[in-house]
Antibody
């Protein structure tokens, strides 16, 4: 059974950094491109970016390129999202998602999400 | 960036009625539109993928149509368990973009 489980969320002060993790199981993690998506408290869904199966290539939403970094450790079947200089508008639930396959850029599995609240 | 305009924002339907949700894109995306259901407190679930393809295990009451810039998602004979928020997502262009969501309430 495919499972994705995010962790690392919580309350963080503006300007701080935070690293989220997503542990995958039930499939060969190193075969899949992976992605992060966030959902604001108002329920808006925003694609953050993605990473190639071997970690050699990343894509980001233009508005987030300079502050967010996606990485992965295939030996640990874990996806990461490094967030820096966080702002109040980064308050959201963060989901990791698995793409169905290369060139099929939709999500066939999602984790339950981890909530990040940016507030002083 | 491809903008996805989803409507309506909310719907209140009776059991057995038909639901229709529209998504319009600002660029031609062929048939690269996907539809998700999100129930309260849960992650989104993929219902329909590119080419109006119903995912395995999803009831045939769910369907979609469309090509280019205009897409419609339909639920026939809606049931109580269909309550939630429905999103469309285009997968033709990066950045991937979502519609704003349609909240479905069953009366």
């Amino acid at each position: 059974e495919v499972q994705l489980v995010e962790s690392g969320g919580g309350l963080v002060q503006p300007g701080a950094s935070l690293k989220l993790s997503c542990v995958a199981s039930g499939f060969t993690f190193s075969d899949y491109w992976m992605s992060w998506v966030r959902q604001t408290p108002g329920k808006t869904m925003e694609w953050i970016g993605d990473i190639k199966y071997d970690g050699s290539y990343t894509n980001y939403a233009p508005s987030l390129t300079n502050r967010f970094t996606i990485s992965r450790d295939n030996a640990k079947s874990t996806l990461y999202l490094q967030m820096s200089n966080v702002r109040s508008e980064d308050t959201a639930t963060y989901y990791c998602g698995r793409y169905y396959g290369y060139n099929y850029w939709y999500f066939d599995f999602w984790g339950p999400g981890t909530m990040v609240t940016v507030s002083s | 960036e491809t903008t996805v305009t989803q409507s309506p924002a909310s719907l209140s339907m009776a059991v057995g009625e038909k639901v229709s949700i529209s998504c319009k894109t600002s660029t031609d995306i062929d048939d690269d539109m996907n539809w998700y259901q999100q129930k309260s407190g849960e992650a989104p679930k993929l219902l329909i993928s590119e080419g109006n393809t119903l995912r395995p295990g999803v009831p045939s009451r769910f369907s979609s149509s469309g090509y280019g810039t205009d897409f419609v998602f339909t639920i026939n004979n809606v049931v109580l368990g269909d309550e939630g928020i429905y999103y469309c997502q285009q997968s033709e262009n990066v950045p991937l973009t979502f519609g704003s969501g349609t909240k479905l309430e069953i009366k």
